[in-house]
Nanobody, 124 residues
Framework: QVQLVESGGGLVQTGDSLRLSCAAS????????MGWFRQAPGKERELIAA????????YYARSVNGRFTISRENAKNTVYLQMNSLKPEDTAVYYC?????????????????WGQGTQVTVSS
């Protein structure tokens, strides 16, 4: 089992930045590829960023590419999502998740462990 706890969400204005953190506990953190998802009201949960076990490979959804950066510190069992140039359409609940296996995973079904989510609201 892996337990995940997100933090860092909040209410910001258009153009602001936020950094989300996800602290993991349980099994060896570096065994897992990690991802950040988001879900807006009335929409499906979508993968926005993923990272492999050592941080050397990343994936971004087109909607956030160039504005968001995913990173991890295995020594701290933590994965981050730096979000810059935030837009109102970034408003959602953001979830971190751990995938089965250490590589990049881009399908929701490949993520076995989930955090409780943190709300990000971007006002215009």
């Amino acid at each position: 089992q892996v337990q995940l706890v997100e933090s860092g969400g909040g209410l910001v204005q258009t153009g602001d930045s936020l950094r989300l953190s996800c602290a993991a506990s349980g099994r060896t953190f570096s065994n897992y590829g990690m991802g950040w998802f988001r879900q807006a009201p009335g929409k499906e949960r979508e993968l926005i960023a993923a990272i492999n076990w050592n941080g050397h490979s990343t994936y971004y959804a087109r909607s956030v590419n160039g504005r968001f950066t995913i990173s991890r510190e295995n020594a701290k069992n933590t994965v981050y999502l730096q979000m810059n140039s935030l837009k109102p359409e970034d408003t959602a609940v953001y979830y971190c998740a751990a995938a089965q296996g250490s590589g990049i995973r881009t399908s929701l079904d490949e993520y076995y462990y989930w955090g409780q989510g943190t709300q990000v609201t971007v006002s215009s």
